[in-house]
């Protein structure tokens, strides 16, 4: 594992809040030198901590007024022919393997409560190999990742006192 210092803990940080952030401005915010924040910027590339630059729509916007997850259990042989199936459907935006009381989580994107109740029935529920489904339709979401690197910032910061 590549050991992550205060400042690329820092620049994390700043990415996270708001990734189209400009080096020169983090530099101010940081008070790090131009060049070195770009050349860290590069390193947690190379290294994979930052894997990509993305936005954070407003689904509402585009007309998706439902988020919800789809708790999936499948046949343990029907594995690859359930996540082929469900990469088809156009309202999934997700998809995770778990541990735990389902097998996949499934995260859908739809218009209204009928749109999502027809990916659940006839798209889902109809492919080979799942055994049931359990749908939670998300009320509220918080976005938390800023607040999680802030805390491995505090946490360098104190290994670094000791």
Do not use: C, W
Not at 4 to 33: C, F, H, Q, T, W
Not at 84 to 92: H, S
Not at 96 to 115: P, Y
């Amino acid at each position: 594992m590549n050991r992550l210092d205060e400042l690329d803990l820092k620049i994390l940080y700043e990415l996270v809040n708001d990734a189209s952030i400009s080096v020169p401005e983090m530099s101010r915010k940081i008070g790090a030198n131009t060049s070195v924040i770009y050349s860290r910027i590069k390193r947690l590339l190379k290294i994979g901590v930052i894997k990509k630059y993305t936005i954070i729509m407003d689904e509402s916007k585009l007309g998706i007024n439902i988020n919800a997850i789809v708790g999936i259990n499948r046949d343990p042989k029907m594995k690859q022919h359930v996540y082929e199936e469900i990469k088809k459907i156009p309202q999934v935006t997700n998809i995770s393997e778990v541990s735990g009381r389902f097998d996949m989580l499934v995260n859908i994107g739809v218009k209204n409560l009928e749109e999502l109740h027809n990916v659940v029935i006839n798209n889902i529920g109809k492919i080979d190999g799942i055994l049931n489904t359990e749908t939670f339709v998300e009320l509220h979401k918080i976005e938390n990742k800023a607040v999680y690197v802030k805390s491995l910032l505090e946490q360098q910061k104190q290994k670094a006192v000791l």
